[in-house]
């Protein structure tokens, strides 16, 4: 089955870091772009980045630059998101999600079940 | 930034009507906007990519059409798994949701 894996995420502290993962099933990621989307809870969705099929094109919402690192290793089928001085405005559902190309601005053609981050003190 | 507008915030409809959601960008986009159902407790998923075009295994109920700055999904007969809420996204430069529009079953 294809299909996208989010894990990692959970409680935290403001000003901490927390690391997501997005592990892909079916299909070999390395030929599409990946992106994390999150949902803040009863709210609409938020791109939040992107990258590349080979790591070249990395781009980020202005909501989470210089915070947020997204990075792939095509050899372990994974996407990750490193999240550090989160804010409680970052509290969501965090969605790894699949362009059906390489790279570029497309539409999201899979989407993972999400992980919730919660960040309170 | 583009921004994107979905009319209205909620509709109210019964089984087999005929719905209607518009979503309004506030430039063009060209044909560069993709629809997509979340249903309560589930991520979303691709209903129509390039304005109107259907995904695969998508029901032939569901139809799309615009292009530029407005953009309808139209529903031709509700059926009750139709319950959720509908987005739209451009993919013209970067990417940006409409607010969403919740259907209901009356």
């Known amino acids: 089955e294809v299909q996208l894996v989010e894990s990692g995420g959970g409680l935290v502290q403001p000003g901490r870091s927390l690391r997501l993962s997005c592990a892909a099933s079916g299909f070999n990621i390395d030929q599409y772009g990946l992106n994390w989307v999150r949902q803040r809870p009863g709210r609409g969705l938020e791109w939040v980045a992107h990258?590349?099929?080979?790591?070249?094109?990395?781009v980020y919402a202005d909501s989470v630059k210089g915070r947020f690192t997204i990075s792939r290793d095509n050899a372990k089928n994974s996407m990750y998101l490193q999240m550090n001085s989160l804010r409680p405005e970052d509290t969501a559902f965090y969605y790894c999600t699949k362009d059906p190309v390489g790279t570029g601005d497309w539409y999201f053609d899979l989407w993972g079940r999400g992980t919730l981050v919660s960040v309170s003190s | 930034d583009i921004r994107m507008t979905q009319s209205p915030s909620t509709l109210s409809a019964s089984v087999g009507d005929r719905v209607t959601i518009t979503c309004r960008a506030s430039?063009?986009?060209?044909?560069?906007l993709a629809w997509y159902q979340q249903k309560p407790g589930e991520a979303p998923k691709l209903l129509i990519y390039?304005?109107?075009k259907l995904k695969n295994g998508v029901p032939s109920r569901f139809s799309g059409s615009g292009s530029g700055t407005e953009f309808t999904l139209t529903i031709s007969s509700l059926q009750p798994d139709d319950l959720g809420t509908y987005y739209c996204?451009?993919?013209?430069?970067?990417?940006?949701f409409g607010q969403g529009t919740k259907v209901e079953i009356k």
């Open positions: 390039e304005a109107s």
């Open positions: 990258i590349s099929w080979n790591s070249n094109a990395i």
């Open positions: 996204q451009h993919y013209s430069n970067y990417r940006t």
């Open positions: 430039q063009s986009v060209s044909k560069w």
